[in-house]
Nanobody, 123 residues
Framework: QVQLVESGGGLVQAGDSLRLSCVAS????????MGWFRQAPGKEREFVAAISVIGDSTAYANFVRGRFTISRDNAKRTVHLQMNSLKPEDTAVYYC????????????????WGQGTQVTVSS
């Protein structure tokens, strides 16, 4: 299992940028596909981005439209989500997640989750 801790959330204005970080503990991270999900009040948790074990393959939700970039640094056991051109509808708690090997865009496939970090975008 992987222990995950997110950071980097905050309050920003529309059009601003944020860089979220997720630090993983243990060697299991090196064989884990990673994902970012978000959840707004009253809504289902939704997929944002995912990255393969090696980092050579990525997947993004349609609403990203080239604004977000997921990356990983296996030496530092860290995953990042660079968020540019933020919109008010991006406001949510953002969660980092991990699963063994195969990349997935479904929240139910991920067994390890961080505590979440709040992102609030004002208009």
């Amino acid at each position: 299992q992987v222990q995950l801790v997110e950071s980097g959330g905050g309050l920003v204005q529309a059009g601003d940028s944020l860089r979220l970080s997720c630090v993983a503990s243990g060697r299991t991270f090196l064989t884990s596909a990673m994902g970012w999900f978000r959840q707004a009040p009253g809504k289902e948790r939704e997929f944002v981005a995912a990255i393969s074990v090696i980092g050579d393959s990525t997947a993004y939700a349609n609403f990203v439209r080239g604004r977000f970039t997921i990356s990983r640094d296996n030496a530092k056991r860290t995953v990042h989500l660079q968020m540019n051109s933020l919109k008010p509808e991006d406001t949510a708690v953002y969660y980092c997640a991990a699963r063994p090997f195969a990349m997935s865009t479904s929240a139910s496939d991920f067994g390890s989750w961080g505590q979440g970090t709040q992102v609030t975008v004002s208009s």
